[in-house]
């Protein structure tokens, strides 16, 4: 028993400490996919004294922003009461200024959800298995690339699969039971679930489901009216209505792009008003082929073990209740999920994710039962394959993150040579000066201008932040016409992950330049992945790899 808890205690410690360096890593960018939009939005919040989040530019559901907001109004007070900020106006001006340094607090939160799915898994598998084979399943999730990857940024894949897990082991719990405060949190679940990612509504069936099937002695009608059950189900619609009225704008895009998919899939054509190429289709066919294609990436031997775990289960003398569950609840939000995304991506699979690898666990679980002693020798050889995979993604990943990113880096060093007021032509990010904005303003692709550079073009130049430099940003200067020869440029800093778009931008130019600096993740220049947001094929990268980022290369013009 002791060893048991240390052996839990030790899972957990090392799961954490692997996290941590994540939550400081590329600063001052923002490199995960949808991160830095939550900060804007709890700010905007904060900014015009609203419990509102419906703003054009969020596009995610609120509850995180809700979780921020707090937070960023505690350390501006902080900031005042200890004279870090004189005014609310040099809050106000550091947030404009360096808003990215707040993605700590939102990589906090994603390590908190993270360990907190660990506790909450581990509980819903001690519901299948014994406690060795819950501690084995809650391991393999710990470890697990993908976990370990979004549980270190502030995407809502992680904390949405938490209250999916903590809405399945309520539900399971009402089925075994029907105690008042399951029905309770349950609801919680459902609802707290559908405002940090709309996907946790899928609860809804099981809920109903363990309700219904449950053995007590009432009648259908009479089990209608129960109250815990009726207030259950109230509790998380309120939380429902709410969570949606909160950004009707995002709640809108995604379920009106969702709907119009499927509507069209069968045939109905709709409007294409909620985002473009919805004519396309959903390629369901090819989705299901992502599907094995992402595992193959993270753990192929944790996918051919779950699909015999689940028709082992299957033809087991397990509740039927529980066999509805464990098998339905992945293959329904897959199934969904292929015909309303256009695509699978690897982050769309955690949902469904630890309900593989509680029937991976059961395959294990069913051939450790058995008392040939051979047979208990490949459960421990194909335990060691199922960890071998994540632990080597895992050790060469935080790796990387414990090094400086590439782009960082090249930053750093561009503005150790590159004289104040240089124009450059990039695509990472450096201060802008005055002139540099005014010319993106009027020529940028997208005619936009964000927060930041509206409160640059608003300082005296006294105020203005150094070093600044007349920036060319690639980001915005999509017509490449704009770069003629007699268009003043003295330096080019250009990042990229394909040698193709590094030929086709740096060629184009029409300046003679001589090459500086060059900041690689390896050696040899060759295509990699952006492992911020693309998890294909990690195995082919990383271990070769001594920084992650993208290539970075520095150019002087020669005029």
């Known amino acids: 028993m002791i060893a048991y808890k240390y052996f839990f205690i030790a899972v957990f410690v090392v799961a954490l400490l692997i996290r941590l360096p994540a939550i400081t890593y590329g600063l001052p960018y923002g490199l995960f996919g949808d991160e ?286 529980k066999k509805l569950f464990l098998i339905g609840m992945p293959l329904v939000y897959l199934a969904g999920a292929s015909f309303v995304f256009p695509w699978i991506d690897h982050r769309y699979m955690m949902p469904a994710y630890p309900f593989f690898i509680m029937a991976a666990i059961y395959s294990l679980w069913m051939l450790w039962r058995s008392v040939r002693m051979f047979r208990k020798t490949s459960v421990c050889i194909m335990c060691i394959g199922l960890f071998a995979f994540p632990l080597g993604l895992d050790f060469f990943y935080v790796r990387g993150m414990l090094a400086t990113d590439t782009a960082v880096q090249a930053k750093e060093w561009a503005e150790s040579v590159m004289p104040e007021g240089s124009r450059v032509i990039t695509n990472i990010y450096f201060m802008n000066n005055k002139a540099g904005l005014e010319f993106l303003r009027d020529h940028n692709s997208y005619n936009w201008i964000d927060s930041r550079n509206k409160y640059l073009l608003s300082l005296p130049d006294a105020q203005y932040p150094h070093p600044n430099y007349f920036v060319y940003d690639l980001n915005y200067l999509r017509d490449a016409s704009i770069f003629r020869k007699d268009l003043p440029v003295d330096f080019i800093v250009y990042s990229y992950y394909f040698k193709e778009v590094k030929t086709e931008t740096i060629d184009s130019l029409p300046y003679h330049k001589e090459l500086l600096k060059t900041f690689y993740p390896k050696q040899e220049v060759s295509d990699v992945p952006n492992l911020y947001g693309n998890l294909s094929h990690p195995y082919s990268y990383l271990p070769f790899v001594d920084n992650l980022g993208p290539y970075v290369e520095i150019y002087k013009v020669i005029q």
């Open 36 to 321: 830095i939009v939550q900060i804007a939005a709890g700010f905007t919040m904060l900014e015009q004294h609203t419990l509102r989040a419906n703003f054009p530019f969020y596009y995610l559901p609120p509850m995180m922003a809700y979780l921020l907001a707090p937070l960023f109004a505690l350390y501006g007070v902080f900031g005042l009461v200890t004279g870090k900020f004189h005014a609310l106006g040099e809050f106000r001006r550091f947030v404009l200024l360096y808003r990215e340094y707040f993605l700590i607090i939102l990589r906090l939160w994603g390590v908190f959800f993270g360990m907190a799915s660990l506790l909450v898994f581990f509980a819903v598998a001690r519901k299948f298995f014994d406690r060795y084979f819950s501690l084995l399943a809650m391991g393999l999730w710990a470890f697990d690339f993908l976990h370990l990857q979004e549980s270190m940024t502030g995407r809502f894949w992680v904390p949405v699969t938490f209250f999916i897990l903590a809405g399945a082991y309520a539900i399971v719990r009402i089925y075994e039971s029907g105690k008042a405060r399951w029905y309770v949190l349950a609801g919680c679940a459902i609802g707290f679930g559908f405002g940090m990612g709309y996907v946790a509504v899928l609860l809804f069936p099981w809920f109903w489901l363990a309700h219904f099937l449950r053995k007590d002695g009432f009648s259908l009608f009479e089990k209608i009216k129960q109250k815990w059950f009726l207030f259950g189900n109230a509790f998380s619609i309120f939380l429902i209505g709410i969570f949606s009225y909160a950004n009707v704008y995002a709640f809108v895009r995604q379920f009106g792009y969702s709907g119009a998919i499927l509507l069209n899939f069968f045939g109905v054509l709709v409007s294409t008003q909620f985002k473009p190429g919805l004519s396309q289709g959903s390629h369901v066919a090819n989705n299901f082929f992502a599907i094995a294609a992402n595992f193959r990436d993270l753990n192929p031997l944790l996918f051919a073990l779950g699909i015999a775990g689940f028709f082992l289960f299957a033809f087991s003398r397990e509740q039927v209740f």
